[in-house]
């Protein structure tokens, strides 16, 4: 009885930090989003759009990866040299495969470009050099997502939470104050870029502070990428 119990008060307890990770950012994002569409304008705001969810969508890149990491943490919580050779190989299998369609893409842009409309009153080399940006910090950004898979692996969701709490607006936030400053798309895109690397720095701050670590050591476990294969493969079959 007192096990049915816990399991209840630790459902309704995650739950609860859960909603509240998705729930308290609203409160900033939605008026920084008015913010932004108005310092912006209706043709670079709709730009600024697109490229955010080109930076969202890019996670689907982990190819199964992340959902990975959780599950395999999860399984060994309680091993740190393990949960190292996880976080290690993951971030460096997920970089690579996100690096090589990055690439391809940051490559095939101009065409890509040259097959858009675009309107005559934005600078086109603002919006490729947007862009390039934005590509560029899609294989840092999805590091977020290994990081915070760990704290979601050893099932701290007050934790994970709380950061998501304190990251998530900054997404919207900061690049509404920059286009105070100027509005511009290439402002706008610094602040997506300002706000994914304090993300990522306090994601990994955790994760060291968590593990008691004062230096990294480098993994790449053929062992670690054979569960990751077998595990995330289906995943990934069931995104698409």
Known sequence: MNIIKNSFWNILKNSFWNILGVAAPALIVIPSVGMLARNLGVDLFGLYSIIFIIVGYGGLIDAGISKSVIYFISNNRANSQKILEIISTASILIFIIALSIVFTV?????????????????????????????????????????????????????????????????????????????????FAVYGIIISKIISLLASVGYFYKDLGLKSYRIYFSKDVIKDIYRFGSWISISNI
């Open 106 to 186: 940051y490559i095939s842009l101009d065409y890509i470009l040259d097959s858009i409309i675009m309107s005559s009153h934005i600078a086109y080399e603002d919006v490729v050099f947007s862009i390039q940006m934005v590509l560029i910090l899609i294989p840092f950004s999805i590091l977020i997502v290994i990081y915070q898979g760990y704290i979601e692996g050893v099932e701290n969701f007050y934790q994970l939470n709380m950061l998501r709490v304190f990251t998530t607006p900054l997404t919207t936030l900061i690049p509404a104050l920059l286009t105070i400053y100027e509005p511009s798309l290439v």
